[in-house]
């Protein structure tokens, strides 16, 4: 049974004719506002953080007022650098000239992406640049989060067809949220800057953000900084008129708090055949998720455990297989080739660190960053 997510629904735009004019207050910049430079487009989104290094200012790619299709919200110093980069002098990278998908009205979970075709394992689906990329720890005035005037100034400088398909998104919170905040909390995705010291990032990605949620999902999202582009590629054969589900929540993790996470974040329960099993299956499948969960930190620090094995990795890459967990098998399969190098097992490393390419090139595509 497909899980009844609702990011994805659909609802008419209640927007007001979407041009940036004096006429139009639902698409202008705030009386806080300031215009730092015309080229490149930066404007202060509220003077009265003076020159705080933490003050907030909108970046318009292009840089022609009310007709860009990307705007930054950063701080200044990440703005400008933003603003220099060379790939805004090429054009985005093409997507799929016969995309392998058509977004369809479900019954019960607004649009759905659906494979129109065959798509085998490592296919790309769908490329896209983002419309809005925001720190997640952007600095608001509550006067202007509450009430949406921040979120309107940003995006009056998008072009009315960049703001129209935004605003034509879910809102998954409700009269409890900021309509363009709560559609933007919705449908966002991580994004990497380059050189941006950690600092974690948001995108919203009109296409992408379409595709419902499953525990086992057979598409991966990779933001490939090289070409900023949102992807989706296959992780597994995909048959005609299979959905194509992505994930929203950590999925190293038994079901309760599989479903608790999504329930706070997107409202909904999830019904993903995973979370459908019988009751002695799901237990099964809890243990393994758990049992993969325990190892997520010592993947990240890199520490290798006195009591880690070559068994037991190749253990854990069965249950990652056997949960659907492709883009966690190819993070153990990493682990393990440091383990197999650290135990002086040559071959076993090498087995992996093939294994390991492999994996990226079909979760990421063949230029991944993390292939070289």
Not at 7 to 24: D, G, Q
Not at 159 to 186: K, V, W, Y
Not at 209 to 215: G, I, L, P, T, V
Not at 353 to 372: C, H, T, W, Y
Request: glycine share 6%; net charge negative; with cysteine.
């Amino acid at each position: 049974m497909a899980s009844p997510c609702y990011r994805c629904l659909s609802h008419p735009n209640s927007a007001e004719k979407p041009l940036v004019s004096e006429e139009n207050s639902n698409w202008k910049l705030s009386d806080t506002c300031r215009t730092h430079s015309q080229n490149p487009l930066i404007i202060e989104a509220d003077y009265r953080h003076g020159q705080a290094a933490e003050a907030s200012h909108f970046l318009y790619v292009p840089h022609t007022p009310g007709n860009a299709s990307i705007v930054f919200l950063d701080h200044l110093h990440n703005i400008q650098r933003i603003s220099t980069w060379d790939i805004w002098k090429q054009p985005p990278p093409p997507a799929p000239q016969n995309p392998p998908y058509v977004l369809e009205q479900s019954a019960n979970k607004g649009i759905k992406m659906v494979a129109r075709r065959s798509i085998a394992i490592g296919e790309l689906i769908a490329l896209e640049r983002p419309l809005v990329v925001s720190r997640v720890d952007a600095a608001i005035a509550e006067d202007q989060s509450t009430t949406g005037i921040f979120y309107r100034a940003a995006l009056s400088g998008l072009s009315p067809a960049a703001r129209d398909t935004i605003m034509s998104l879910h809102n998954c919170f409700g009269p409890e949220q900021e309509p363009i905040l709560g559609t933007l909390l919705t449908n966002y995705q991580p994004v990497t800057i380059p050189d941006a010291s950690g600092t974690e990032y948001s995108g919203l990605f009109p296409i992408l953000c379409r595709a419902n949620h499953d525990c086992s999902p057979n598409a991966n999202f990779f933001f490939n900084s090289r070409s900023f582009t949102g992807q989706f590629h296959a992780v597994r054969d995909i048959a005609k008129d299979e959905e194509i589900t992505a994930m929203y929540s950590e999925l190293a993790a038994p079901r309760h708090q599989r479903r608790a996470e999504l329930q706070e974040h997107y409202k909904f329960l999830c019904e993903c055949s995973t979370c459908s099993l019988l009751p002695n299956l799901v237990e099964q499948s809890d243990i393994r998720r758990k049992a993969i969960a325990e190892l997520i930190p010592l993947m990240h620090s890199g520490i290798y455990a006195d009591d880690m094995s070559v068994a037991r990795i190749e253990e854990l890459l069965g249950w990652a297989t056997d949960e659907g967990l492709y883009a966690l098998y190819a993070e153990i399969l990493v682990y393990g080739f440091g383990l197999a190098a650290n135990l002086g097992v040559p071959d076993q490393a090498g087995k992996w660190s093939q294994m390991v390419a492999e994996a990226f090139k079909i979760l990421d595509g063949a230029d991944s960053p993390r292939l070289n």
